[in-house]
């Protein structure tokens, strides 16, 4: 007999093939799985490359940190703080979900404007998913738009109906 609970804790993510976001599909061009269970699955859209991306949707994958929003937002929050790079940033929590935008500006090693958002997703008998959007934006460009974009991005992703499936 195979105990509920046994099962339950053998739920894993299992990554889309394609994302639809801010008005794009993306399909998946790289992922990476780790002996642990963690997952990186990046797409992109018009057949760019992970490497040359002007828009990147990932998705983050970790089975261990069975964590709620308040907690991982807290931890993403230090996170950031603590960061070289002292990105703007800004992060909520609605519901069972957190909410980070952040704005990496431009520097030596890369030499464009980098803008996210991530809504994170904790599943009870899977781990967290976190869904990441972000674009790249010209060196040169107003921080005040990109930052504008970015909150707007954060919008459709809280209105987003999109799921982690766990099985």
Request: aromatic share 8%.
């Amino acid at each position: 007999m195979i105990i509920p609970s046994l099962i339950a804790a053998a739920l894993t993510f299992a990554a889309p093939e394609q994302m639809a976001q801010a008005g794009h599909v993306y399909k998946q061009a790289y992922q990476q799985k780790a002996s642990n269970g963690r997952a990186i699955y990046e797409y992109t859209d018009n057949n760019e490359s992970v490497q040359n991306w002007t828009r990147l949707v990932t998705l983050n994958y970790t089975p261990q940190l069975r964590v709620d929003a308040q907690t991982w937002a807290n931890a993403t929050m230090k996170a950031l703080q603590a960061n070289p790079a002292k990105p703007a940033h800004q992060l909520d929590v609605k519901g069972a979900n957190a909410y980070a935008q952040m704005v990496f500006e431009p520097d030596a090693a890369n030499p464009e404007y980098e803008a996210n958002v991530q809504k994170s997703f904790h599943v009870a008998d899977c781990g967290t998913v976190i869904l990441q959007y972000a674009v790249k934006y010209p060196k040169g460009s107003d921080l005040t738009t990109i930052k504008a974009e970015n909150a707007r991005i954060a919008v459709q992703l809280e209105q987003d109906m999109w799921q982690p499936a766990c099985q």
